[in-house]
């Protein structure tokens, strides 16, 4: 499920937006005379992106919204506009993509969820500058460090692989406000990274607090490593590392391991009964995190691509703890004719803590056929929790008449009993239906 608001600030990105629009089709001939001799690999370029998709939620009954009391919607038209370029100027090169994007959330019954989104924001807009082996970049930037196809727990600065949606479909992962130096040698690389927190308000107070990241990456044939570390204000801290292989022209495994001395997340009480009015029902736990994806991928004689990774996190919750969560839905599922706003305030706290991956065991794997029939590839992958069983799968075949167009179908369904992880989910099944077009310079 995808679900954003429109912030208070985004009408300071969306001010943003335009200005950087009316940078890019203003002509820069004088830009282009002062580098012409410079290398053509760092020319400037463009590109333009739209797309538009429509989706169908089958909402079934379960004991997280039952009789949708939340209000999930139904029907989903969604489009947007991701443009950007990177522009060869001032010595370096400036790099931006920008989206522009509406949907309209609307529901079948009564009480469904009803909204009209606008969503406009800067993914990217950084400047970067290399002499000799140092590079700087200053700006809003991505920076991917893990190694993991569906989740890199490494990825300590932009963390944007989700098992639900490994490739962001939407384009609605934005970057970070960093400053990055880097050392880059013929076998390796050092990056430092500053992250301040910059109010969302856009007040005076713009950096509250900052976050400093640093990865070591070698390259020690035929392996490529990397330890990676990120160190807050507050003295919480996470270190880890990764590790990948190829072997012969088929065969790539990867590995990743990340040990954080924090735990923002939230677990329900397993001594507390379910029926016992007390707030909060959800507490801290303290202990550190451990998280781990050992994976591969294989790539046969037909182009068919096989990947499948073991997901581990210690963020999950024990037994004990998810029989506590399901013990409380099932008690608020039964107030909902005698204290209904009981119900909806404890179904709606509750809620609000699911999260995908809510176990600690999880297997995903994707299987990928780039040319069933001319132009016509299949993409289809899981995720299957080891804990009990539950799982969901989706399905997406695409057809690209040209480089500059696709139509894509978007099939997902969850599975698992009512009192499982995915069982639980309140949209049994999803149907999407995409188009695209593509224009790059």
């Given at each position: 499920?995808?679900?954003?608001?429109?912030?208070?600030?985004?009408?300071?990105?969306?001010?943003?937006?335009?200005?950087?629009?009316?940078?890019?089709?203003?002509?820069?001939?004088?830009?282009?005379?002062?580098?012409?001799?410079?290398?053509?690999?760092?020319?400037?370029?463009?590109?333009l992106k739209l797309s538009g998709e429509g989706e169908k939620l089958n909402i079934q009954t379960s004991i997280l919204n039952p009789s949708n009391i939340i209000g999930l919607y139904e029907?989903?038209?969604?489009?947007?506009?991701?443009?950007?370029?990177?522009?060869?100027?001032?010595?370096?090169?400036?790099?931006?993509?920008?989206?522009?994007?509406?949907?309209?959330?609307?529901?079948?019954?009564?009480?469904s969820f009803s909204k009209r989104n606008y969503n406009n924001q800067i993914n990217?807009?950084?400047?970067?500058?290399?002499?000799?082996?140092?590079?700087?970049?200053?700006?809003?930037?991505?920076?991917?460090?893990?190694v993991g196809y569906s989740y890199s727990p490494t990825?300590?600065?932009?963390?944007?692989?989700?098992?639900?949606?490994p490739d962001d479909r939407l384009c609605l992962n934005k970057g970070n406000?960093?400053?990055?130096?880097?050392?880059?040698?013929?076998?390796?690389?050092?990056?430092?990274?500053?992250?301040?927190?910059?109010?969302?308000?856009y007040s005076m107070d713009l950096i509250k607090n900052y976050r400093v990241g640093m990865r070591l990456y070698q390259y020690i044939d035929p392996f490529d490593l990397s330890l990676v570390g990120k160190i807050e204000n507050d003295c919480k801290y996470s270190i880890g590392s990764n590790a990948s292989v190829t072997i012969g022209n088929s065969l790539e495994l990867h590995a990743e391991y990340l040990y954080q001395s924090y735990n923002n997340r939230l677990y329900p009480n397993p001594d507390i009964a379910p029926d016992q009015p007390f707030y909060p029902y959800f507490i801290?736990?303290?202990?550190?995190?451990?998280?781990?994806?050992?994976?591969?991928?294989?790539?046969f004689n037909n182009k068919i691509n096989l990947t499948i990774e073991y997901l581990y996190n210690s963020l999950g919750y024990t037994s004990a703890q998810f029989n506590s969560y399901t013990d409380r839905l099932i008690y608020l599922n039964n107030q909902l004719l005698s204290s209904p706003q009981v119900a909806l305030t404890g179904l709606s706290e509750t809620a609000a803590n699911y999260n995908i991956p809510m176990s600690r065991d999880?297997?995903?794997?994707?299987?990928?056929?780039?040319?069933?029939?001319?132009?016509?590839?299949?993409?289809?992958y899981f995720l299957f929790s080891l804990n009990d069983k539950s799982g969901f799968i989706v399905v997406s075949p695409k057809y690209e008449s040209s480089s500059q167009s696709q139509i894509y179908?978007?099939?997902?369904?969850?599975?698992?009993?009512?009192?499982?992880?995915?069982?639980?989910?309140?949209?049994?099944?999803?149907?999407?239906?995409?188009?695209?077009?593509?224009?790059?310079k």
């Amino acid at each position: 499920m995808s679900f954003y608001t429109a912030h208070q600030h985004n009408r300071y990105e969306f001010l943003w937006i335009i200005l950087i629009i009316l940078f890019i089709i203003t002509p820069s001939n004088h830009v282009a005379a002062k580098e012409a001799s410079d290398s053509v690999a760092t020319r400037s370029s463009f590109f333009l992106k739209l797309s538009g998709e429509g989706e169908k939620l089958n909402i079934q009954t379960s004991i997280l919204n039952p009789s949708n009391i939340i209000g999930l919607y139904e029907n989903r038209i969604e489009s947007y506009m991701l443009t950007g370029c990177n522009l060869k100027m001032l010595g370096g090169n400036t790099e931006v993509e920008m989206r522009l994007g509406y949907q309209n959330l609307t529901g079948d019954q009564d009480n469904s969820f009803s909204k009209r989104n606008y969503n406009n924001q800067i993914n990217k807009l950084f400047y970067q500058f290399a002499s000799g082996p140092i590079s700087i970049s200053a700006g809003r930037n991505k920076i991917r460090w893990g190694v993991g196809y569906s989740y890199s727990p490494t990825d300590l600065i932009t963390q944007f692989k989700t098992p639900q949606d490994p490739d962001d479909r939407l384009c609605l992962n934005k970057g970070n406000d960093l400053i990055q130096l880097s050392y880059i040698h013929s076998s390796g690389q050092l990056d430092l990274v500053y992250i301040p927190n910059v109010s969302s308000d856009y007040s005076m107070d713009l950096i509250k607090n900052y976050r400093v990241g640093m990865r070591l990456y070698q390259y020690i044939d035929p392996f490529d490593l990397s330890l990676v570390g990120k160190i807050e204000n507050d003295c919480k801290y996470s270190i880890g590392s990764n590790a990948s292989v190829t072997i012969g022209n088929s065969l790539e495994l990867h590995a990743e391991y990340l040990y954080q001395s924090y735990n923002n997340r939230l677990y329900p009480n397993p001594d507390i009964a379910p029926d016992q009015p007390f707030y909060p029902y959800f507490i801290q736990n303290n202990k550190v995190v451990h998280d781990a994806v050992f994976g591969g991928q294989y790539t046969f004689n037909n182009k068919i691509n096989l990947t499948i990774e073991y997901l581990y996190n210690s963020l999950g919750y024990t037994s004990a703890q998810f029989n506590s969560y399901t013990d409380r839905l099932i008690y608020l599922n039964n107030q909902l004719l005698s204290s209904p706003q009981v119900a909806l305030t404890g179904l709606s706290e509750t809620a609000a803590n699911y999260n995908i991956p809510m176990s600690r065991d999880h297997l995903f794997a994707r299987l990928y056929h780039p040319e069933i029939i001319k132009a016509l590839s299949i993409e289809s992958y899981f995720l299957f929790s080891l804990n009990d069983k539950s799982g969901f799968i989706v399905v997406s075949p695409k057809y690209e008449s040209s480089s500059q167009s696709q139509i894509y179908l978007r099939l997902q369904k969850f599975w698992g009993n009512r009192h499982s992880e995915l069982g639980m989910i309140p949209n049994s099944l999803s149907a999407i239906l995409g188009i695209t077009f593509f224009i790059t310079k």
